[in-house]
C-alpha cells in the first residue's frame, strides 16, 4: 500500500484474515508501537512507510 493510505478498521482485518477483532487490535498496536503505522481518531490507520530509527533499532535487537 502507498505510505499514508488508510487501512481497513479492525473488524475488516479481522474478517479478511480470519482471526478474532481482539488480535486485529493487538497486531495493529504492535505496529504502531515500532512506528509502523499512524492511528488517527475517527479516520482509521496509516501507513507511514519506513519505520523510525527507534522502531529499527528495537526490530533488530529482538531478533
Given amino acids: ?5 488508510a487501512r481497513p478498521l479492525y ?8 482471526v478474532a477483532c481482539l488480535t486485529a487490535r ?8 515500532r512506528g ?3 492511528t488517527v ?3 482509521g ?3 507511514v512507510g519506513q519505520p ?3 522502531a ?3 526490530t533488530e535487537a529482538d531478533i
Fill in 56 to 58: 529499527s533499532e528495537e
Fill in 11 to 18: 473488524v475488516q482485518l479481522a474478517d479478511e484474515y480470519g
Fill in 36 to 38: 509502523l503505522i499512524v
Fill in 52 to 54: 523510525t530509527d527507534d
Fill in 26 to 33: 493487538r497486531a495493529a498496536r504492535e505496529l504502531r508501537e
Fill in 41 to 43: 481518531r475517527g479516520e
Fill in 1 to 5: 500500500m502507498d505510505p499514508m493510505s
Fill in 45 to 47: 490507520c496509516f501507513d
